[in-house]
């Protein structure tokens, strides 16, 4: 699959993951930015949680990496956090 078949899956995929406080997707609330995956199926990406605060991000952060990971062809996930009070804390917990 070429890198551009792969951006399109996994923006469908996110398309799916559901603010629960908003009822809108990831995307359509634009909490994902720098979306990029290689020729071989490494995927990086900016999450940007809607508040520095956000009760959810835990949570949602978590349902971006499993829909990602779930798309066949995808090797690894690296997400940067940003705009988060616990940005470092999430991001290790996300790529360790």
Request: hydrophobic share 35%.
């Given at each position: 699959m070429d890198a551009k078949t792969f951006?399109?899956?996994?923006?469908?995929?996110?398309?799916?993951?559901?603010?629960?406080?908003?009822?809108?997707?990831?995307?359509?609330?634009?909490?994902?930015?720098?979306?990029?995956?290689?020729?071989?199926?490494?995927?990086s990406l900016v999450f940007r949680?809607?508040?520095?605060?956000?009760p959810m991000a835990y949570a949602l952060a978590g349902s971006i990496k499993r829909k990602i990971q779930d798309i066949s062809g995808v090797n690894s996930v690296r997400i940067m956090v940003e705009n988060f009070d616990r940005a470092e804390h999430l991001q290790r917990i996300l790529n360790t």
């Open positions: 951006e399109e899956e996994m923006e469908k995929a996110l398309s799916e993951v559901i603010d629960p406080e908003t009822g809108l997707s990831v995307m359509r609330m634009d909490l994902i930015h720098e979306l990029h995956v290689d020729g071989e199926g490494h995927v949680p809607s508040s520095p605060v956000c």
